[in-house]
């Protein structure tokens, strides 16, 4: 099993709709969660981090940490074309780990 | 790309010669990672550096050795390529190797092994 899954989909939602994109992980000494954004053929780019359990806003994104269920998820609201991308989850630990451990990444278009 | 800069950007090569990828920053973050990336199996972990001349595997570390005697620069070396190596290659970087390991990731490498 693997520490952190995530639907790699292909998804696709008109323009305009709430986007919900999910992980769930294994490990419970996880404590830092990250998203990542991918374009085709590019590197990936950090899009937001949390620390714990919560929620953390920015703009149209909005990432949410749920430990009790080993969940996280990033919402995309106003989704727009530009949005379309691979979106990678990935976690870290607190005691001295130096990897991050990432989700399989989930492809996302947004239609116009 | 936070300062990344990945050589070279594409390469074809053939079973059984030695690449070089590089991987160079201006940033003086003390972590680097390379990374491989792979259709089912997300970014998996090669190889990483905590310092120069300090580095340690990761969890596909098999057929590659990596290097760095200076702290801008990463290489990751295919000793001997093979066709399973085909994949895209990228590199990160980060300023801390604790639990906030935010880490920067530079444009890529496409290799090809024939």
């Known amino acids: 099993q693997k520490e952190v899954e995530q639907d790699p989909g292909p998804l696709s939602v008109p323009e305009g709709a709430i986007v919900s994109l999910n992980c769930t992980y294994s490990?419970?000494?996880?404590?830092?969660f990250m998203w990542y954004r991918q374009y085709s053929r590019k590197g990936p780019e950090l899009l937001m981090y949390?620390?714990?359990?919560g929620n953390k806003e920015d703009g149209r994104f909005t990432a949410q940490v749920d430990k009790s269920s080993k969940y996280i998820s990033l919402f995309i609201r106003d989704s727009q074309p530009s949005d379309s991308a691979t979106y990678l989850c990935?976690?870290?630990?607190?005691?001295?780990?130096?990897?991050?451990?990432f989700g399989q990444g989930t492809r996302l278009t947004i239609n116009p | 790309d936070a300062g990344i800069t990945q050589s070279p950007r594409h390469k074809v090569t053939e079973t059984g010669t030695p690449v070089t990828l590089r991987c160079h920053q201006t940033?003086?973050?003390?972590?680097m990672y390379w990374y491989r990336q792979d259709p089912g199996h997300g970014l998996r972990l090669i190889h990483y550096?905590?310092?120069?001349?300090?580095?340690d595997k990761g969890e596909v570390s098999d057929g590659y050795s990596v290097s760095r005697s200076k702290t801008e620069d990463f290489l990751l070396t295919l000793e001997s390529a093979t066709s399973s190596q085909t994949s895209v290659y990228f590199c990160?970087?980060?300023?801390?190797?604790?639990?906030?390991?935010?880490?920067?990731f530079g444009a890529g490498t496409r290799l090809s092994v024939l």
């Open positions: 990160a970087i980060s300023d801390s190797g604790g639990a906030k390991n935010i880490q920067y």
């Open positions: 490990n419970s000494a996880f404590q830092y």
């Open positions: 949390t620390y714990s359990s």
């Open positions: 990935a976690m870290s630990v607190v005691q001295g780990a130096q990897k991050l451990v």
């Open positions: 940033e003086n973050h003390r972590y």
């Open positions: 550096s905590y310092g120069v001349k300090d580095t």
